[in-house]
């Protein structure tokens, strides 16, 4: 890692001028050089230290992004992306638009010229396109409709949403076919099409989570025909899995009495025992309890703020809300606050991605010592938190903003939500008969 004059490390792929300011430089990669036609691409860091800190990580998702458009499907986005490494994002979007002034007509007749006398492997397609200054008509694609619904969700700060979305359209090129994924305007996509992914992922998961994946794909289409104005139908809204519902297999509450022997099962690791009791006590899931920060713990007001932090994103948007906490927590979470920065985990060996997947296999390796149903599991204290608070009468409103459910109800979406002290007293109360002492 090299040092600017002042001494101080530079990140990767930053250079310090010879005059004083900052830019990014990367190389474009050996199989992209002949789509692009240039060996760098540079981006402006600013004149200081603290400014090139600042604008880094976007110039290295802008440039990585850029990357990825050189090698799209579409030669529409490829001869963006090329021109986009050549001249910046300001042109890319006056040439996508159509709104080109002179110079900019006269730069592409330039730069065709430069990547058919450099190059004997040039893409004819994007040759023409430039020639011509004009694009084809963009397609808006089911892949599309994904890359679409991946920008608005910000998936690429999401690892776990990222995944989950390549590997939902690596089944539905499987399914329906590439073209179908990748060149079919998404108005053209049929209910056969819908049915035929239904029935591939029948044959290869269970009928739940047959539904989960389907709605994933349901969410982006649905996103896309909003976002772009659409009057077409969702082909895949309220597709029938038969078997699909509570079985067997579900999961079932863990009485008060089971509860407690899984926190005494967790030994003596702190940090397990203090998950296990935010867990029991709130009812979240494991994620949003591993992967809490400093500032998401109000020790003062005794609440916990589950948001989208640096460490995991949020299931649903619902999901985010205040929780409040019994002095009992308060005093166990203080031990794991202590002397660290707003941004440190509170669970420094799983306020990670993938911590809590590590933190729950471990923590059910210890309940199995107690409780051997195949039904009851960590996620149980979720569904026994349910129950508490049905069972004191909690308004089912209530229950799902504990719990962080969404909620179809208009009323619902209006006013600032719930008094923290409403919110305490019902929880309270469902501590009580869940077998919690405050």
Not at 37 to 44: A, M, P, S
Not at 138 to 149: P, Q, T
Not at 268 to 285: N, P
Request: charged share 30%.
């Amino acid at each position: 890692m090299s040092t600017d004059d002042s001494g101080m490390k530079l990140p990767r792929y930053v250079q310090q001028r010879p005059w004083g300011t900052y830019r990014y430089k990367r190389n474009v990669p050996k199989r992209l050089l002949s789509l692009i036609g240039r060996t760098h691409i540079y981006r402006n860091l600013g004149e200081s230290y603290e400014e090139m800190l600042r604008k880094r990580l976007k110039a290295h998702q802008e440039v990585e992004a850029l990357f990825r458009k050189v090698e799209a499907e579409t030669d529409r986005d490829r001869t963006l992306a090329v021109v986009e490494a050549h001249f910046g994002k300001e042109a890319a979007e006056q040439y996508d638009s159509g709104d080109m002034d002179d110079n900019l007509e006269y730069a592409l007749w330039d730069l065709h010229q430069i990547l058919e006398n450099e190059d004997d492997h040039a893409d004819p397609a994007i040759i023409s396109n430039l020639i011509g200054a004009t694009l084809p008509k963009e397609v808006l694609s089911l892949s599309k409709a994904f890359d679409v619904y991946a920008d608005f969700k910000e998936a690429d700060k999401n690892k776990k949403l990222s995944n989950s979305l390549a590997r939902t359209k690596d089944d539905l090129k499987i399914a329906i076919g590439a073209r179908k994924l990748e060149t079919l305007p998404l108005s053209r996509l049929t209910r056969g099409d819908a049915l035929k992914y239904r029935d591939y992922l029948m044959d290869r998961v269970k009928p739940n989570s047959v539904i989960r994946y389907i709605n994933i794909v349901r969410a982006v289409v649905n996103h896309t025909i909003n976002e772009h104005g659409l009057t077409a139908q969702n082909p895949f809204h309220n597709l029938k899995v038969k078997g699909a519902g509570n079985g067997a297999g579900d999961r079932l509450p863990l009485s008060a009495q089971e509860a407690l022997a899984g926190f005494d099962a967790m030994g003596t690791r702190a940090d397990l025992r203090t998950i296990y009791l935010a867990l029991w006590e709130t009812g979240a899931r494991v994620a949003e309890i591993t992967g809490l920060q400093v500032r998401d713990v109000n020790l003062q007001d005794r609440y916990l703020r589950i948001r989208s932090n640096d460490i995991r994103g949020l299931k649903t948007t619902s999901s985010e809300r205040l929780l409040p906490l019994s002095d009992q927590l308060v005093a166990a979470l203080q031990d794991h606050r202590q002397g660290k920065m707003e941004e440190a985990p509170i669970f420094e060996r799983y306020g990670r991605v993938g911590g809590n997947t590590a933190a729950s296999a471990l923590m059910m390796k210890h309940l199995r010592k107690v409780i051997s149903d195949p039904k009851k599991t960590l996620h149980s204290l979720r569904h026994k938190k349910k129950d508490d608070l049905r069972n004191i009468g909690c308004p089912e409103e209530i229950s799902k903003v504990l719990l962080g459910h969404s909620s179809v109800e208009v009323a619902a979406r209006y006013g600032a939500g719930f008094n923290l002290d409403v919110l305490r007293d019902w929880m309270t109360r469902s501590s009580q008969v869940g077998g919690l002492t405050s």
